[in-house]
């Protein structure tokens, strides 16, 4: 199944296996997919809405070499409203050269945003690499960190 998700980041395409989100991609064309109700599509407007700060519909990663997969798996574990950087992640894996095979890496990513890519910033904080672009990336940064904000200051409820 292929869903249509209109957001402010524009639209996105979500592939599914019935309830298995298998892709995620920005700037799905029209008529790319249907716009009916599915959980995962749910959530991804609870997401954008504030709503949602942890996805809970199954997803899978595809394709991928081992470390891209690594990778993947370090991504995944970054909080909401935080960040990682590319440097930080190849360092985790074993090799601090790596840092490009992480941009890669994310830039392979086959479910962005369930698996927060945008989340891996460059070296001091700044905004490099994003396979949706980087208006995009600072986007998702900016509604995370207002929401996580919200949050601690207690204004909000999950």
């Given amino acids: 199944m292929q869903f249509l998700v209109d957001s402010p980041i524009g639209p996105l395409g979500m592939s599914l296996e019935g309830h298995t989100v298998v892709g995620v991609r920005f700037g799905a ?11 995962a599509v749910d959530e ?31 991504i995944a574990k970054i909080p909401y409203g935080e960040m990682d950087t590319y440097g930080a ?8 050269t790596a ?8 830039n392979h990513n086959p479910v962005p945003i369930i698996v927060p890519c945008h989340r891996v ?11 949706g672009g980087i ?10 960190a207002r929401v996580a904000l ?6 909000a409820h999950d």
């Fill in 44 to 74: 991804i407007v609870a997401y954008f809405a504030g709503e949602l700060t942890r996805f809970s519909v199954p997803f899978e990663m595809r394709g991928g070499t081992e470390f891209e997969r690594a990778v993947w798996g370090e």
């Fill in 121 to 131: 910033v460059g070296a001091n904080g700044k905004m490099v690499g994003f396979g």
């Fill in 135 to 144: 208006d995009r990336k600072r986007r998702l940064l900016e509604l995370e």
């Fill in 29 to 39: 064309p029209p008529g790319f997919g249907s716009r009916g109700p599915h959980p």
């Fill in 150 to 155: 919200a949050h601690q200051w207690g204004m």
């Fill in 89 to 96: 992640i190849a360092t985790t894996l074993g090799d601090p």
């Fill in 99 to 106: 840092a490009r095979a992480v941009g890669v890496a994310c």
